[in-house]
């Protein structure tokens, strides 16, 4: 039966070119993880320690001292984590990102014959039908 040997083959091929074809649709894109969020949870639990040390204070559990101490260093860690936030969208706005190229200027329709309505493929400074200018400054 060589026939059926053949269709075997022949499947064979279609089912890995169809495994290696889905392969390469599938492989995961990785999601890109905003360098923000993990610095916008930071600064969320600091607010919040910052609330909860002014409750404190507020409800005298804490000391004077006590209470200007921690919220010094809440505050400064909160600098560092704004500070970080600044240094991040400094290099995201500095090119490690790809700059979308101009788009492409609107064309003047000087390949347009004013004069006699021929049309070109490129800018022409005399009209290739006519002979009269058609403005291109080349
Ligand atoms: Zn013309």
Redesign the pocket.
Known sequence: MDSSLIIGAFLGVVIVGYLLFIRSQDLPTPEPVSPFKYLDERRASIYESLRDLQFEYRVDKLSDADYQTTKLELQKELARVMAEVDRIKAELGTGSTVVAPPPPPVPAQKNV?P????KFEKALKF?G????P?GASV
């Not at 004069?115 to 021929?118: D, H, I, K, S, V």
């Not at 039908?129 to 009269?132: D, F, H, P, V």
């Open positions: 014959c004069a006699c309505g021929a009209c039908e006519c002979g009269k058609m």
